[in-house]
């Protein structure tokens, strides 16, 4: 496993949208960690020792291992947070980056700026991650003293958006050369909606298989599970009580595929929210 300050997680960390500086976090995680550690192996010892009379050999061991594991899950959890993070402002971004193009498109077609253009999304923006990069971009020219390139480039560092960071690109670019951002613009609208448009038929396409997935194992599976039951009960064949395997089906089969169901449909549709 590398080491949290290793390039990939400083990128996903500053792609995460965190106020916090990363080498807090990072203090900050190895301290929880040893909080954790720490607080585990006095409560696992005063169980052990106290309640359950475990004796002096095994009392080490085990403390050590339930410590370990809590302080393990406990770094997991805070490593994996970035993460979580940059995905679900990635998945903010890329569902409303049409709109927001169709909007800087507009202003640039007035022959707006890209400074005003990027303030006026600060300003009117609802996604908070689209916000939080406009107003980084504003805060880098008037606070930090960035020229356009340099704070282009900063917030096409820290965006979570793939598509984002191409943009900013292409817009940074534009802006070097021709400066003639209505073009631009105008075409990367058209290019969002027509993905925008695939992406909706393969969702469509993606539900009709997962509702006739769901009606065979949530419907027609169970009834033809009862009603094989029911013959072999009737005909003397049946393993065990029927009753018993019925109460198995209804109250634990039936829930653990629903639920199995839902983990399966949320992976596979939760881009598209």
């Known amino acids: 496993m590398r080491m949290p300050a290793s390039r ?10 965190i106020n916090t500086l990363f080498e ?39 403390v050590f291992s339930l410590s370990l594991a809590a302080s393990g899950l406990a ?22 980056l049409v ?4 909007y800087m498109t507009v202003l640039s077609a007035g022959g707006v700026s890209i400074e005003r253009i990027m303030e006026r999304v600060a300003e009117v923006e609802e996604r908070s991650p689209l916000k939080l990069l406009a107003a980084k971009f504003m805060m880098d020219l008037k606070l930090f003293g960035f020229d356009m390139t340099s704070a ?15 943009l900013l690109d292409s817009v940074n670019n534009t802006v070097q050369t021709s400066g003639d951002l209505k073009t631009l613009l105008t075409y990367e609208v058209e290019r969002q909606l027509q993905m925008k448009r695939e992406k909706l038929r393969k969702m469509m396409g993606t539900l009709t298989y997962m509702g006739e997935l769901y009606v065979t194992l949530m419907v027609v599976a169970p ?4 009603l094989m039951l029911t013959i072999l009960s009737v005909l003397g064949g049946a393993l065990g009580s029927p009753v018993l395997q019925l109460n198995l089906l209804v109250f634990f089969g039936i829930p653990l595929m629903a639920a199995g169901f839902i983990i399966v449909l949320d992976t596979v549709l939760g881009g598209g929210e």
């Open 8 to 17: 990939e997680f400083r990128e996903i960390y500053e792609r995460s949208g």
């Open 24 to 62: 807090d976090y990072v203090r900050r995680l190895a301290l929880v960690t040893a909080l954790v550690f720490a607080s585990t192996a006095a409560a696992s010892t005063a169980v052990h020792s106290l309640l359950l009379r475990v004796p002096g050999p095994r009392l080490i061991p085990a």
């Open 75 to 96: 770094a997991f959890a805070l490593l994996y947070y970035p993460l979580h993070r940059r995905n679900q402002m990635r998945a903010k971004i890329d569902d409303s």
């Open 99 to 102: 709109y927001s193009l169709g």
């Open 152 to 166: 282009l480039r900063d917030i096409s560092r820290r965006s979570p958006s793939e598509a984002l960071r191409k």
């Open 223 to 226: 009834v033809l599970f009862i």
